[in-house]
């Protein structure tokens, strides 16, 4: 069983939701993210998300492009995110970790060595904004021949015929962007994700996960309380960048956040 199934496995016995938070790898620089990934499951985290810098992230709103841009500035390259995962699994054998971007690196390195590369680091899952399934027989194959799996998007705007042909491709979970435009924007409608999960549901039987539009412990509860998993990006990324001068401040306003939500969310 892949650490993903596992980890929904043992949460879904013990009556709780995944709590999935991500930060962009290097941001502000490369010596935080380890050490940041490790504070970040202390709190609570069950699945790690980690941003693979891109020089245009069309997906991104103004605090992960920023975040970008600074991780950017160290040159922190896909090789360099596939070291941190290789330390981080020295002391950590049981988190998954979803890397998530854009598909040039990817592309540029090659599916099959950026498969084989990303399993022998410890990475579970992929998620690149930018590949629609459509185009992803290539990749889906040499990431199955490495046992990761690869993880869609679906949003508010997709009919049920698209839902259908994601959901048959994707494995892991299922990735519900909750608002229309970019992360960090907008008011979540936890009325209208309910029905757009019950939607999706119909056609598969992975976790689905909501993300885009959780800030704080009160909105993560709240989609916690319909969905199997809730994604928090940038608010986090937000008190990265406000604690940017040290390291321990970096982990304590992270993890701080994160273990509000983590409480909320168990209250459900």
């Known amino acids: 069983m892949s650490r993903l199934a596992a980890c929904f496995e043992k949460l879904h016995k013990s009556g709780k939701k995944a709590l999935i938070p991500y930060v962009t790898a290097g941001d502000p620089e490369p010596g935080v993210t380890v050490s940041l990934m490790h504070a970040m499951v202390a709190a609570g985290a069950n699945i790690l998300e980690l941003g693979v810098p891109f020089s245009d992230p069309m997906a991104e709103g103004p605090v992960i492009q920023r975040a970008m841009e600074r991780a950017l500035e160290h040159e922190v390259s896909l090789d360099d995110v596939l070291k941190m995962v290789q330390t981080f699994r020295q002391s950590d054998a049981d988190t998954p970790v979803v890397l998530m ?66 959901t048959e491709s994707g494995r892991g979970f299922i990735y519900y962007v909750s608002l ?82 983590r409480a909320a969310m168990d209250r459900c």
């Open 180 to 261: 229309k435009g970019v992360t960090g924007a907008g008011h979540l409608d936890i009325s209208a994700v309910k029905q757009q999960l019950a939607k999706i549901r119909l056609q598969t039987a992975l976790p689905v996960a909501v993300g885009f539009g959780i800030k704080d412990a009160e909105s993560a509860a709240s989609i916690a309380d319909v969905a199997d998993a809730v994604v928090v990006g940038s608010a986090l990324v937000r008190k990265v960048e406000e604690n940017a001068d040290s390291v321990d401040n970096i982990n304590s306003a992270v993890a701080g956040l994160l273990s509000e939500m």
């Open 101 to 166: 971007g854009y598909l040039n690196p990817v592309e540029v390195k090659g599916y099959t060595d950026f498969a084989r590369e990303a399993q022998a680091a410890g990475v579970d899952a992929v998620l690149l904004v930018d590949m629609p399934p459509e185009e992803a027989d290539d990749l889906l194959s040499a990431l199955s021949a490495h046992e990761l799996d690869m993880i869609f998007l679906v949003a508010p705007t997709t009919d049920d015929a698209r839902i259908k042909m994601i």
